[in-house]
């Protein structure tokens, strides 16, 4: 499959997610927050399509190419951080794309991709994270915006999936490196199967919340702590518990004012929701 293709599978993956509403706590096409708008994630999908491109034609370097995506990204918008979670696993599967030869090989593909990291995609990665001024949870004592950390990378020879396996126990994103991108493809199988009977929108709409229900979420843990993560998961449990789309609207509409106006994200969700509707276009999916 053509590299041009393989982009955009991944620009649509970034549209359909942050245009899927509603979608309790992020952005979409019916919300914004004071700093970052949805016009802010349109303009990342497109700006990045050169470093998709490209990671599409590429054999190694995840570090950079992630990094290199942070920073075209900020040169089409000025919203800060919109896809850098996203990023962390959009590369290697596009990465991983660009090796199939047919659209069945992809989780195979992209296991090997990230076990192939070096010491240098866990350096450009850390000064990606500088780049997109994430809040984040300390590796270890590798504290974030100290150079001297860069020293202790190479020291004690870490790579990136090394890094990602330190993390893999509290961070979702990583876990999914660690873990055969399980939550990805999972996500992929329930917006197909949730397609045909509900569309494109509520597919990703009921994915997401299902997610959310399952998983304390990374961004919500780190910006207040796991007790407030988890009631966040167990209100979407319990929405999803009484019925299908059609009845239970209005209730995600009020989750949605809920956690938007505590300032609650769930951007890791929305993280592996992106990487799923990927995998769902790559391997053939249209609506």
Not at 102 to 117: D, P
Not at 192 to 218: C, P, Q, W, Y
Request: contains cysteine; glycine residues 6%; proline residues 2%.
């Amino acid at each position: 499959m053509s590299p041009s293709h393989i982009a955009r599978c991944t620009q649509l993956a970034m549209l359909l997610e942050v245009s899927a509403t509603p979608k309790p706590g992020n952005i979409d096409r019916d919300h914004n927050y004071t700093d970052t708008r949805f016009e802010h994630f349109l303009a990342s999908a497109v700006g990045v399509y050169p470093v998709l491109e490209k990671a599409a034609h590429s054999k190694s370097g995840i570090g950079a190419l992630i990094h290199e995506a942070v920073k075209k990204s900020t040169l089409w918008q000025k919203g800060g951080n919109t896809h850098f979670g996203a990023f962390i696993l959009l590369i290697p599967l596009v990465m991983a794309a660009g090796k199939c030869e047919n659209e069945t090989c992809l989780k195979a593909q992209v296991q090997n991709v990230v076990k192939e990291t070096t010491v240098e995609d866990a350096i450009e990665f850390y000064r990606a994270f500088s780049e997109a001024r994430v809040k984040v949870k300390t590796v270890d004592d590798l504290a974030l915006g100290d150079a001297a950390s860069i020293d202790k990378i190479r020291a004690q020879g870490l790579t990136l999936f090394n890094m990602m396996e330190i993390s893999s126990s509290y961070d979702m994103l990583a876990n999914e490196w660690v873990n055969g991108f399980q939550k990805t493809f999972e996500c992929s199988g329930s917006i197909r199967n949730k397609i045909k009977n509900h569309g494109i929108n509520d597919a990703v709409v009921l994915t997401f919340m299902e997610l959310l229900s399952s998983n304390k979420d990374t961004f919500i843990q780190t910006k207040f702590d796991s007790k407030k993560a988890e009631q966040v998961s167990m209100r979407a449990r319990e929405i999803l518990q009484k019925a299908d789309m059609g009845d239970i609207r209005d209730e995600i509409h009020s989750f949605d004012n809920e956690l938007l106006k505590e300032g609650i994200n769930p951007g890791s969700t929305a993280d592996i929701i992106i990487a799923g509707l990927f995998v769902a276009l790559f391997e053939g999916m249209r609506f």
